[in-house]
């Protein structure tokens, strides 16, 4: 919905051609997980998932609804990204992908899920990973805090600069950083 919106939005400006900003904020993955049947059949097919490692249950529906939200959420974006490009907008366009904090379902009482040295990517106590870190949503601990960001900018960030940080930031620096670019 969210991303059909934007691409009406861009069609609503195309003669405009002034600057707009915008912030969308999708909602998957989120609880409660709620994955399309077509999107949860496409990742048992394998399609959009990675099956299970041999000699491992199947993805339970928690977790199908869950890898669901995920394909979603990135048809999602790849629709936003699409309608910038087919507008024009694309290269001149900073766009910033986020998340507000680490996967639900808290490990506890160390913060350390079980499976985490085995099979991060199939904690017992809930989908999603934090990778090596420690905590998911809600706790102390790093994973809960520290989540993937990417910057994309195009008119100023090229390939031969970019580049990859575990620094952390705060959503609250990114107002001044994008005024600051601005001038």
Same mark, same amino acid.
């Given at each position: 919905?969210?991303?059909?919106?934007?691409?009406?939005?861009?069609?609503?400006?195309?003669?405009?051609?002034?600057?707009?900003?915008?912030?969308?904020? *999708?909602?998957?993955?989120?609880?409660? *997980?709620?994955?399309?049947?077509?999107? &949860? &059949?496409?990742?048992?097919?394998?399609?959009?998932?990675?099956?299970? &490692?041999?000699?491992?249950?199947?993805?339970? %529906?928690?977790? +199908?609804?869950?890898?669901?939200? @995920?394909?979603?959420?990135?048809?999602?974006?790849?629709?936003?990204?699409?309608? $910038?490009? %087919?507008?024009?907008?694309?290269?001149? =366009?900073?766009? /910033?992908? =986020?998340?507000?904090?680490?996967p639900?379902?808290?490990? +506890?009482? =160390?913060? @350390?899920?079980?499976?985490?040295?085995?099979?991060?990517?199939?904690p017992?106590?809930?989908?999603?990973?934090?990778?090596? $870190?420690?905590g998911?949503?809600?706790?102390?601990?790093?994973?809960?805090?520290?989540?993937?960001?990417?910057?994309?900018?195009?008119?100023? @960030?090229?390939?031969?600069?970019?580049?990859e940080? /575990?620094?952390?930031? @705060?959503?609250?620096? *990114?107002?001044?950083?994008?005024?600051?670019?601005?001038?």
């Amino acid at each position: 919905y969210l991303a059909d919106s934007f691409s009406r939005f861009l069609a609503y400006r195309k003669e405009e051609r002034k600057p707009f900003f915008a912030q969308i904020s *999708f909602h998957n993955c989120h609880i409660p *997980f709620i994955g399309l049947h077509e999107a &949860k &059949k496409a990742c048992t097919k394998g399609e959009t998932c990675t099956p299970p &490692k041999y000699g491992e249950p199947p993805y339970s %529906d928690k977790e +199908l609804d869950y890898y669901a939200c @995920v394909t979603q959420l990135d048809n999602a974006v790849g629709r936003v990204l699409s309608a $910038l490009d %087919d507008s024009g907008y694309y290269d001149n =366009t900073m766009v /910033w992908f =986020t998340s507000d904090n680490g996967p639900e379902q808290n490990c +506890l009482p =160390t913060g @350390v899920c079980q499976n985490a040295d085995t099979n991060p990517h199939r904690p017992v106590e809930g989908p999603g990973s934090a990778g090596p $870190l420690r905590g998911r949503k809600r706790d102390i601990y790093e994973g809960g805090h520290r989540v993937a960001g990417i910057v994309s900018y195009p008119v100023l @960030v090229r390939e031969e600069t970019s580049l990859e940080s /575990w620094e952390t930031v @705060v959503t609250m620096d *990114f107002l001044p950083t994008v005024m600051h670019l601005l001038g």
